[in-house]
Structures are given as C-alpha cells and as structure tokens.
C-alpha cells in the first residue's frame, strides 16, 4: 500500500529529527547549567571560597568555564577560558 503525503506533512517528517536533537541539546544545557550553578568544587581562595558552586556562564555572566564540573558535556558553543 502507498500512501501519498501533502507537502506540509513531508516537511514536517523530514523535519522531526532536527527538532529532536534541538530538544534534547536544550534539555542538557538546561541541566548543565543547575549542575554549574548548584554543584560545589575546590575554587582555591580564603576557607570561605574553597567549596562553592562555579557558576554557569550562562547565567553568571563574569565567570570561565575553567573549573566548571560538566565542561566536558556541557553543549554551549561560547565556552570561554581565563589566561
């Protein structure tokens, strides 16, 4: 049996698998950023400062990606490095 697509619904087929890898870099950006934001790590410094969450450049906008705990998995494309 053959069955014959209007154009809108081709589209939207070829479409899907765009949307999902969209969907799915979104969701790990999302969770990235609370790993960031939330996740204690050994920032060096004064006793106060030792273990505190990084920050996500994301969301904290004056922060690097040096010592962030999901710099490997995170997706952000605009990954920046202190000197």
């Known amino acids: 049996m053959q069955y014959l697509l209007s154009e809108e619904e081709y589209k939207a087929l070829k479409d899907a698998p765009e949307l999902v890898r969209v969907q799915q870099r979104d969701m790990l950006q999302k969770l990235c950023t609370m790993v960031a934001n939330h996740m204690p790590v050994e920032r060096g410094g004064g006793a106060e ?11 904290h906008h004056r922060w690097y990606c040096d010592k962030c705990p999901v710099i490997k998995e995170c997706p952000n494309p605009g ?5």
């Open 49 to 59: 400062e030792l273990w505190k969450p990084w920050g996500c450049v994301l969301t």
């Open 79 to 83: 990954k920046e490095w202190s000197d």
